[in-house]
């Protein structure tokens, strides 16, 4: 199982780590709302979805070409990744923050 926390709402989700696909952060905030993390494009292109990792970066994939041009826009900050393109590959626990909070 992975858990995954989102502050500042404070909620943290049990959820499973899906073998072949991984868990992605944007379906989890899709069936939980109340995660509070905005989103619109689903697909790498705007960084609405901007989130800091502030726990557990070792249990997602790393981030792909799409996604890292969208964050160089952004300043390319330490630990900031797309929740649209963030997938948890490996079970553990790992902390979220939306990046303009």
Do not use: K, W
Request: proline share 7%.
């Amino acid at each position: 199982m992975a858990r995954l926390r989102f502050e500042p709402a404070g909620l943290t989700f049990e959820l499973p780590v899906d073998p072949v696909a991984g868990l992605r952060v944007l379906d989890v905030c899709d069936d939980y709302p109340a995660a509070d993390i905005p989103y619109s494009c689903r697909s790498a292109n705007c960084g609405t979805c901007r989130v800091r990792v502030l726990a557990g970066a070792a249990h997602f994939a790393p981030a792909g070409e799409d996604e890292l041009a969208v964050l160089d826009l952004f300043g390319n900050l330490p630990g900031e990744r797309l929740a649209c393109q963030l997938v948890m590959v490996a079970e553990g626990d790992a902390t979220l923050e939306a990046a303009d909070t």
